[in-house]
């Protein structure tokens, strides 16, 4: 049975080296795939998921075992991701460069054109989250990424529940005005 | 359905798809949307909302085993030293052994000169002693003179080892002070002292012992 997340935070947290690789082997794509979903660029993910890393490492002293790491972890990677992008103020990155660069979604069930079009899809709504105010972006993703409750956000972030129901509350009504005609398409597909 | 009841239940419709409602909006929407075809037909737009934001920001990301083993080789060479981690102490845990030598010393000052010149040069002994256990290299510092005990300390290398000595020093202070008054009485005031001072040691020797090796001394 593997080692659990929390476990090998706390190995790491008393110095061993290989636990925290094998957090970095484990966590690294779900990082990677967030930094490049709020930041578009594929060089900006890079650095930003390497830096998220470690990040993690150096704050891995207030990581709270008795809470899930892989919020911990993605909520430090959002943070960063808003600090990231706050500081390249850089224009949305094209279609054509996150298809040559993310290669899409691999998935060996789907066709051709599925394909192309679930990543169309999996692109628009990364657009429209790195569209959203920074303040949003963090509770954004822990309710859609890891599906924390409202609860669960609120402890992972330091919010009072009322602000983080304020922010996704705010966050939705964005996201449902610029994702409109996905929204009624996948009402169409039911 | 009034006007003013599907506006209001609009509202919660977003936290509703969240399941982030109390119980008594929840059952109330509920109630709402048996009734209400229009708030049943936006109630489902925020729910396919929350689905492509979900299978959107989770779709799976084509990372090669190559490029993970890459990352954890950069986290290595990018990061700093281990030791330039800070030290995972709680606080609780980084004040209280401190305090713990802190009061021993001064209830030593105080009751420590009442103490017969025998008794304490065998308190400083098995004080000594202790600080010998709890330190890496015994045999240094069975070598040691109680005056000497700051120089070894300051000089000792190992954590626990000038953790100990640090708390010997403040028992050998406390020694200096009482015998400089010149007073004399029973062990028991001095017995009390030895055990709070053994406890406070074996405390900061704890503490040392969870700190992660690599973050210890040098």
């Known amino acids: 049975m593997p080692v659990s997340d929390e476990r090998l935070a706390q190995e790491a947290l008393r110095g061993d080296r290989e636990a925290f690789d094998t957090l970095v082997r484990r966590y690294y794509p779900r990082v990677l795939g967030l930094c490049r979903k709020l930041l578009g660029s594929s060089e900006a993910a890079h650095d930003a998921a390497q830096e998220a890393l470690l990040r993690a490492y150096r704050k891995l002293h207030l990581y709270d075992p008795s809470r899930r790491f892989s919020a911990w972890i993605m909520t430090v990677t959002a943070r960063l991701c808003v600090s990231a992008g706050q500081r390249a103020q850089r224009e949305p990155t094209p279609w054509e460069e996150v298809g040559q660069t993310d290669g899409g979604v691999r998935d060996e069930t789907a066709g051709p054109v599925e394909v192309v079009e679930r990543a169309e899809v999996t692109e628009r709504v990364a657009q429209a989250v790195r569209s959203l105010p920074d303040l949003y972006k963090p509770v954004c993703v822990l309710r859609h990424v890891e599906g924390l409750s409202y609860q669960e956000i609120a402890e992972a972030t330091g919010l009072p529940i009322g602000t983080v129901k304020v922010h996704l509350f705010r966050a939705k009504k964005h996201l449902r005005g610029q994702l409109a005609d996905l929204v009624e398409a996948e009402l169409d597909q039911r | ?218």
């Open chain 2, 1 to 218: 359905m009034t006007h003013t009841t599907c506006e209001h239940i609009r509202d919660l419709l977003p936290a509703y798809a969240d399941d982030g409602l109390g119980a008594d909006e929840a059952q109330a929407v509920r109630v709402h949307l048996r009734a209400c075809a229009a708030c049943r037909l936006e109630a489902a737009r925020w729910a396919a909302l929350d689905r492509l934001l979900t299978e959107g920001l989770t779709a799976p990301e084509p990372v090669s085993q190559a490029e993970v083993e890459a990352a954890v080789q950069r986290v290595h060479e990018t990061r700093p030293a281990w030791q330039a981690a800070p030290v995972p102490v709680r606080f609780w845990r980084s004040w209280l052994p401190a305090a713990a030598v802190a009061a021993a010393a001064i209830l030593l000052a105080v009751l420590g000169s009442y103490a017969p010149e025998a008794d304490v040069a065998r308190a400083k002994g098995a004080l000594i002693d202790e600080a010998a256990r709890l330190a890496s290299d015994p045999r240094e510092l069975a070598a040691v003179r109680p005056g000497e005990l700051v120089a070894v300390g300051t000089e000792a290398r190992e954590w626990p080892g000038r953790l100990a000595l640090d708390a010997a020093y403040q028992w050998d202070a406390g020694l200096s002070l009482a015998q400089s008054l010149g007073r004399r009485v029973g062990l028991a005031p001095l017995a009390v002292c030895v055990v709070l001072l053994l406890a406070a040691n074996l405390m900061i020797a704890r503490r040392v012992r969870e700190t992660p090796r690599s973050l210890q001394g040098g």
